[in-house]
Nanobody
């Protein structure tokens, strides 16, 4: 499985970005997907997850009510809509395939990451 994350960039606080993660897997619709983020010197942290069907989603408290994870199984793509961005959201964002988990160890395949920078 190969994952390609995109959509990162520089945005002012209060702005929005939408990240995309495209998968090369033939059975994308059977994958649980997650988004994580990481800043220098810190561990990778959970942001959001979505079940294979899209019926179940879950968010870290720090992004709840601001971020929305979704998926389009016909396009083999998962999205992370990020609204009301804050400077503390600045990080490299990674998508991943694995179990429906909040921990890094629950995911087997990872994208290359896309940098999100939020200016104050």
């Amino acid at each position: 499985v190969q994952l390609q994350a995109s959509g990162g960039g520089l945005v002012q606080a209060g702005g929005s970005l939408r990240l995309s993660c495209a998968s090369s897997g033939r059975t994308f619709s059977s994958y649980h997907m997650g988004w994580f983020r990481q800043t220098p010197g810190k561990e990778r942290e959970f942001v959001a997850r979505i079940s294979w069907s899209g019926e179940s989603t879950d968010y870290a408290d720090s992004v709840k009510d601001r971020f929305t994870i979704s998926r389009d199984n016909a396009q083999n793509t998962v999205y992370l809509q990020m609204n009301s961005l804050k400077p503390e959201d600045t990080a490299v964002y990674y998508c991943a395939v694995g179990s429906y988990s909040r921990v890094v160890a629950g995911y087997r395949y990872w994208g290359q990451g896309t940098l999100v920078t939020v200016s104050s």
